[in-house]
């Protein structure tokens, strides 16, 4: 018996939760720490070329660069190699990118670190949230993944109150310790790692039955028997689901072209359109650049910027613990509607306040605190919806088959996206100014009828009834169908799910039943 095969129940579910929530939370710290780097003296010192907007631009995106071909990594991989194998490929990139980071002293060096550390996040936040959504029970499972985001949450809240502690420090501790404090993520991962399995629906699609039907049993409860009926029920479920798809299949080309009963294409399309909805929402625009915006657009000098901004990563990390209660609660789609009208009303607020300080310089100082308290109702409507929601939805959604594919493809987007948003944004901040967030209130607006006409509840189904909402109803067009926008699980998944765990077992029964046959026949055989 293995490490992985020694715990069961809570604390295998602890140890599970426990990897993916601190790959997660590296991630987080990542998004907020590079922030104070860029506006820190020393740094700037060593790193004269991020004085230039573009360079600068370039320093923190690259970083989703390296993000966008881990998920493609992910994308062509991840299947093949199994979620544990790959988080440990993304744990060893973080690693080796974080290393080169904290030693540099060239920019070269510098950008390559970025850009590898970039890689692993890339691969690990392709991974963890398809991981943790398949060792979970449907009724748990928004509220863990939503977990793995608010731990990503709180340590970007922890990197910007660390960058405004260090501005006191001065030198070149102000942005090497913040740097090489995220070293310390690793060393939580790796112990809970050795001691978890690879997901059972990964298992059975690699048929490791034998495996799987042991995890499932492991993660039901400590001495739960693989012959428990539930055990066996889940399992015959999720075996009856890759059979079909598996009947089911077809190219690569006819699945573009929309000809697969299960709709992979529109699926995938709809997990990358809440990873780019998420981006567009300007959100990475605030993460890298609030203190510099801040300091050019509002006049305050980089003390009062830095303790604004730990101010707001405080608000995010209170909103993000409010939607862990809120997620299976509301549902995806009311959280994605509510923030789009939210977020986007912020945002045009934002954008009359800073033309109205154009216009009236003498309301400047009174306009620019206006200004700071919408850029928090921003961040705590962003944390409630669009902040956690497309973690969960892009590891439900797609199916089994497609799974890490779709969420690498989902997670491809947001990173691209999260790279030409960084690029640009300095650049839009000194030339549109107030327009650059009049554009983005635009962007969250138009989210609304989008969600509200294209996307379906996925809120307390099992990750097995995602093919019937789209075999079931083929339209794209889920409006005005309550199956496909209530909470509650519908009936007609219900019933679905018990067609298919009794066709398993008839099957199963009949397989036994010709075998058993088979060997009677040939006992006469041999007496005769």
Same mark, same amino acid.
């Given at each position: 018996m293995g490490l992985s095969d020694k715990l069961s129940d809570l604390p295998l579910m602890v140890c599970v939760?426990?990897?993916?929530?601190?790959?997660?939370?590296? !991630? @987080?710290?990542?998004?907020?720490? %590079?922030? =104070?780097?860029?506006?820190?003296?020393?740094?700037?010192? $060593?790193?004269?070329?991020?004085?230039?907007?573009n360079i600068s631009g370039i320093t923190s995106s690259c970083f989703s660069l390296g993000a966008f !071909? @881990?998920?493609?990594?992910?994308? %062509?991989? =991840?299947?093949?190699?199994?979620?544990?194998?790959?988080? $440990?490929?993304?744990?060893?990139?973080?690693?080796i990118g974080s290393i080169l980071q904290i030693t540099s002293w060239h920019f070269p060096q510098l950008i390559i670190g970025r850009i590898i550390n970039g890689f692993g996040m890339g691969v690990s936040s392709s991974t963890c949230p398809v991981y943790q959504a398949e060792c979970t029970k449907p009724r748990f499972r928004g509220k863990l993944v939503v977990f793995?985001?608010?731990?990503?949450?709180?340590?970007?809240?922890?990197?910007?109150?660390?960058?405004?502690?260090?501005?006191?420090?001065?030198?070149?501790?102000?942005?090497?310790?913040?740097?090489?404090?995220?070293?310390?993520?690793?060393?939580?991962?790796?112990?809970?790692?050795?001691?978890?399995?690879?997901s059972p629906r990964w298992l059975m699609l690699k048929d490791r039955n034998e495996e799987a039907i042991a995890v499932i049993a492991r993660l039901a409860g400590r001495g739960v028997s693989k012959e428990d009926p539930d055990v066996v029920a889940e399992f015959l479920s999720v075996q009856a689901t890759i059979e079909q798809e598996r009947r089911e299949?077809?190219?690569?080309?006819?699945?573009?072209?929309?000809?697969?009963?299960?709709?992979?294409?529109?699926?995938?399309l709809l997990s990358s359109g809440t990873q780019f909805m998420q981006q567009f929402s300007g959100v990475n625009a605030l993460?890298?650049?609030?203190?510099?915006?801040?300091?050019?657009?509002?006049?305050?000098?980089?003390?009062?910027?830095?303790?604004?901004?730990?101010?707001?990563?405080?608000?995010?990390?209170?909103?993000?613990?409010?939607?862990?209660?809120?997620?299976?609660?509301?549902?995806?789609?009311?959280?994605?509607?509510?923030?789009s009208s939210t977020m986007g009303s912020c945002y045009f607020i934002i954008a009359m306040t800073l033309l109205g300080a154009n216009i009236h310089p003498s309301m400047r100082v009174?306009?620019?605190?206006?200004?700071?308290?919408?850029?928090?109702?921003?961040?705590?409507?962003?944390?409630?919806?669009?902040?956690?929601?497309?973690?969960?939805?892009?590891?439900?959604?797609?199916?089994?088959?497609?799974?890490?594919?779709g969420a690498a493809v989902a997670t491809a987007t947001n990173w691209m996206g999260g790279f030409i948003v960084t690029q640009f944004t300095k650049t839009g901040v000194d030339n549109l100014g107030w327009g650059f967030f009049l554009l983005f209130a635009g962007f969250c607006y138009a989210y609304f009828p989008i969600v509200y006409c294209f996307y379906p509840e996925t809120s307390l189904r099992t990750l097995e009834d995602m093919d019937?909402?789209?075999?079931?109803?083929?339209?794209?067009?889920?409006?005005?169908?309550?199956?496909?926008t209530q909470r509650a699980r519908p009936q007609l998944f219900i019933d679905a799910e018990h067609a298919r765990?009794?066709?398993?077992?008839?099957?199963?029964?009949?397989?036994?039943?010709?075998?058993?046959?088979?060997?009677?026949?040939?006992?006469?055989?041999?007496?005769?």
């Open positions: 939760t426990i990897v993916n929530a601190a790959s997660m939370s590296w !991630f @987080g710290y990542d998004q907020g720490v %590079f922030s =104070g780097v860029l506006i820190s003296s020393d740094f700037k010192y $060593w790193f004269p070329q991020t004085n230039d907007s !071909f @881990g998920a493609i990594f992910a994308f %062509f991989y =991840g299947d093949k190699m199994g979620r544990k194998k790959t988080i $440990w490929i993304a744990l060893a990139t973080n690693v793995q985001s608010l731990s990503l949450t709180a340590a970007y809240c922890l990197s910007n109150w660390m960058n405004y502690a260090l501005y006191f420090q001065g030198g070149v501790l102000q942005w090497r310790f913040p740097l090489g404090f995220q070293l310390i993520f690793p060393c939580m991962i790796v112990i809970p790692l050795l001691l978890v399995p690879d299949t077809v190219s690569t080309a006819d699945m573009l072209r929309c000809r697969d009963k299960a709709q992979n294409l529109r699926r995938i993460g890298y650049y609030l203190p510099t915006v801040l300091v050019q657009v509002l006049g305050y000098d980089q003390q009062k910027s830095r303790l604004l901004t730990g101010v707001n990563a405080t608000i995010y990390l209170f909103a993000a613990i409010c939607c862990l209660f809120l997620i299976d609660r509301l549902g995806r789609r009311k959280m994605m509607l509510y923030g009174r306009l620019g605190e206006v200004t700071t308290a919408f850029f928090f109702l921003y961040y705590f409507f962003y944390g409630t919806s669009f902040a956690k929601v497309p973690w969960v939805f892009n590891s439900e959604v797609n199916s089994i088959g497609w799974r890490t594919r019937q909402i789209f075999i079931q109803y083929p339209s794209i067009f889920v409006c005005g169908k309550r199956d496909l765990v009794a066709e398993a077992q008839s099957a199963k029964t009949g397989v036994v039943a010709v075998e058993v046959k088979d060997h009677t026949i040939a006992e006469q055989g041999e007496k005769v």
